[in-house]
Antibody, heavy 120, light 107 residues
Framework: QVQLQESGPGLVKPSGTLSLTCAVS?????????WSWVRQPPGKGLEWIGE???????NYSPSLDSRVTISVDKSKNQFSLNLRSVTAADTAVYYC?????????????WGQGTTVNVSS | DIQMTQSPSSLSASVGDRVTITCRAS??????LNWYQQKPGKAPRLLIY???ALQSGVPSRFSGSGAGTDFTLTIDSLQPEDFVTYYC?????????FGQGTKVDIK
C-alpha cells in the first residue's frame, strides 16, 4: 500500500518561497498516478493546488499558476511543491495525495499533512 | 473553473439518523464526483468515488448517487464517529475543485 509523507520548513518569511517534499513509499512514483498537492487554511476548506504525472506533465490551479511549480524526482521516489512570493494567505496545512483513474481521479492516499506558517 | 456548491454548510442530527448532503456542479461532470470525510486535525479520507463507488474499507452506511451536475451523499444510521466534516470534489476537469464542506454535528 502506497504511503505518503510530507516534509519541509514549518515557517516561511513573507515574499519567500515555500518548498515541500512528499516522499512516496510502498510503490513507485512512476506508476499511473497523478501526484497532487492540496492545502487547507486554518478553519477553512480544502483547496486543490495542482498535480504532476511521472512524465512531468502538470496541472495547476489558475489562482496559483503564476507562483507554483510541482516537480518529480524519480531517483528519490518523491515529488515537490514550490510556491513563490508567499504571503500570510498561504498559511495552511499542506497535504500531498495520490489520484488515479481507477478511482476516477479521486485522491485515495493522503499524507498526514504539514503546517506551514508564513510570518516574519 | 467548475464551481462545486455543497448544501447545507452545516447540519445537526442525532445518532441513528439518516442524513443527506448535496453537491451541485456548475457544469456537467459525468460521474467524476468524489466524497471525502475529514476529522479534526486529520487528512481527508476518500469515501466515495465515481459518484457512487464505495472506497475499500468504508462502511456500507455511506452511499452516493447522482450524475451530471447533481449529487448526493447519504449516511444511514449516523454513528458517533460520523459527526465530522464532508467535502465533495469534481475530478473531471482541472482544477479539481472542492465544495466548501458540510459539518455534521450532534443535535
Amino acid at each position: 500500500q502506497v504511503q505518503l509523507q510530507e516534509s519541509g520548513p514549518g515557517l516561511v518569511k513573507p515574499s519567500g518561497t515555500l518548498s515541500l517534499t512528499c516522499a512516496v513509499s510502498g510503490g513507485s512514483i512512476s506508476s499511473s498516478n497523478w501526484w497532487s498537492w492540496v492545502r487547507q487554511p486554518p478553519g477553512k476548506g480544502l483547496e486543490w493546488i495542482g498535480e504532476i504525472y511521472h512524465s512531468g506533465s502538470t496541472n495547476y490551479s489558475p489562482s496559483l499558476d503564476s507562483r507554483v511549480t510541482i516537480s518529480v524526482d524519480k531517483s528519490k521516489n518523491q515529488f515537490s511543491l514550490n510556491l513563490r512570493s508567499v504571503t500570510a494567505a498561504d498559511t495552511a496545512v499542506y497535504y500531498c495525495a495520490s489520484a488515479d483513474l481507477n478511482h476516477y481521479y479521486g485522491m485515495d492516499v493522503w499524507g498526514q499533512g504539514t503546517t506551514v506558517n508564513v510570518s516574519s | 473553473d467548475i464551481q462545486m456548491t455543497q448544501s447545507p454548510s452545516s447540519l445537526s442530527a442525532s445518532v441513528g439518523d439518516r442524513v443527506t448532503i448535496t453537491c451541485r456542479a456548475s457544469q456537467t461532470i459525468g460521474n467524476f464526483l468524489n466524497w471525502y470525510q475529514q476529522k479534526p486535525g486529520k487528512a481527508p479520507r476518500l469515501l466515495i468515488y465515481a459518484a457512487s463507488a464505495l472506497q475499500s474499507g468504508v462502511p456500507s452506511r455511506f452511499s452516493g448517487s447522482g450524475a451530471g451536475t447533481d449529487f448526493t451523499l447519504t449516511i444511514d444510521s449516523l454513528q458517533p464517529e460520523d459527526f465530522v466534516t464532508y467535502y465533495c470534489q469534481q475530478s473531471y476537469y482541472t482544477p479539481r475543485t472542492f465544495g466548501q464542506g458540510t459539518k455534521v454535528d450532534i443535535k
